[in-house]
Structure formats: C-alpha cells, structure tokens
T-cell receptor, first 119, second 114 residues
Framework: EPEVTQTPSHQVTQMGQEVILRCVPI?????FYWYRQILGQKVEFLVS????????KSEIFDDQFSVERPDGSNFTLKIRSTKLEDSAMYFC?????????????????FGEGSWLTVV | GDSVTQMEGPVTLSEEAFLTINCTYT??????LFWYVQYPGEGLQLLLK?????DKGSNKGFEATYRKETTSFHLEKGSVQVSDSAVYFC?????????????FGQGTILTVHP
C-alpha cells in the first residue's frame, strides 16, 4: 500500500539552529500537510499546501516556519531558528484532491513522524 | 471554535472484553468524523470514518456511528485483541474553507492484556 515517508525519524538540534524535515507524499496526491504533536498534547494542524502554495495555515505556523516542494516529489518543513518549544513529533500527510459534497470526508494519510528535540 | 473531546485514558482491558472509547465534538455545520489509530512505532492510520449523520463507519471489527443529536462518534469493538493495543484519536474535518484541516482529540491509550 502506498505510504507517506518521512526523514529523519529523530533529530536533535541546538536552540537557534535551522532544521529541515523531509517528506515524500503518496505519488498521486495533490494536497500536502504538516501536523505536530507536542508530548502529552493533541495533534495540531500546522499548514496545508496545494498547487505549489500554502492553502491554509494555523496561528502556530509563524514566520519561523516555511514549506516547500522543491522537486515534485519531496515536501519539506523548515524551521529557521528553533526554540525549545518546537520540540515535538512532526507528521507529514497527504491526500487526493476531490471536489463536491464528499470532499471533507477525504482520507488524509500520515507518515510515521519525525521526532524533533531542541536542546 | 471546533473541538473534539475524548474520554480520559489510559484504558486497560483483558482480551475479548468489550471496548468503548467516547468521543464528542463541537463544530459549526456538518463535519466529517474520523477515528485514527497509532500503533507503537508507527504513524497515524485511518481506522474508520463517517461523513454524515447516522452513517456508521466500520473496519477491523471496530464501529462508530455519527450521532448528530448527541454530537458524538463513540468507538466500539465487541471483542478486543492484544494486537489492538494502540493510541486511538478521534478527529473531525469541519469543512468550509478548511479542506484538509483535521481537529484531533487528545488520544486514548488502549492496552489489552492476554
């Protein structure tokens, strides 16, 4: 079964350093997402991406964050200057694009996550 | 805003016991509802979903019915197995302009003992 793959599975970085988390979405999917889960808290939406631009972003997704689809297969999340509170599991996800009344029931497929620890 | 509330965990059961994990939601309009499961060391996997009131989602012996009148989507299984041990997340997609934005509950840890 097709799957979303993420690298690295775990990264430790020093505060203030830049981090890039990478993802390969399912090949025929057109919508891409990043979510995160701080330890002990809910999974939170960060950003959605469609047609090479951000479709929606949450208030968490401030200027320190950026996303990119550099080469038609990878989808990346960059954190420019990491803070201690950025320590979390980051999930990449993807979905097909559907129109019509059933579109909000579309299945979103998640990767296994990248654990980011900021020290 | 939109929100999902799951029953407090963790839940510990013996094999073949009946499982219920409660989930209630708050949303404007008519959201789609989902249960995701995370097995140890793996990512979030869709378990089942329902897109309109009174729909029943089912998969792998699990069921949940979209109850608009009680704004609930409780997960049930008649006889759990050790392999069902995982974290279960209830989620909604409220629609509108938010195409793929899922709002999650806090997750419920299920441990099943032989």
């Amino acid at each position: 079964e097709p799957e979303v793959t993420q690298t690295p599975s775990h990264q430790v970085t020093q505060m203030g350093q830049e981090v890039i988390l990478r993802c390969v979405p399912i090949s025929n999917h057109l919508y891409f997402y990043w979510y995160r889960q701080i330890l002990g808290q809910k999974v939170e939406f960060l950003v959605s991406f469609y047609n090479n631009e951000i479709s929606e972003k949450s208030e968490i997704f401030d200027d320190q964050f950026s996303v990119e689809r550099p080469d038609g297969s990878n989808f990346t999340l960059k954190i420019r200057s990491t803070k201690l509170e950025d320590s979390a599991m980051y999930f990449c996800a993807s979905s097909e694009y559907r129109q019509g009344p059933g579109r909000f029931g579309n299945t979103i497929y998640f990767g296994e996550g990248s654990w980011l620890t900021v020290v | 805003g939109d929100s999902v509330t799951q029953m407090e965990g963790p839940v510990t059961l013996s094999e073949e016991a009946f499982l219920t994990i409660n989930c209630t939601y708050t949303a404007t309009g008519y959201p789609s509802l989902f249960w995701y499961v995370q097995y140890p060391g793996e990512g979030l996997q869709l378990l089942l979903k329902a897109t309109k009131a009174d729909d029943k989602g089912s998969n792998k012996g699990f069921e949940a019915t979209y109850r608009k009148e009680t704004t609930s989507f409780h997960l049930e299984k008649g006889s759990v197995q050790v392999s069902d041990s995982a974290v279960y997340f209830c989620a909604l997609n409220a629609g509108g302009t938010s195409y793929g934005k899922l709002t999650f509950g806090q997750g419920t840890i299920l441990t099943v003992h032989p």
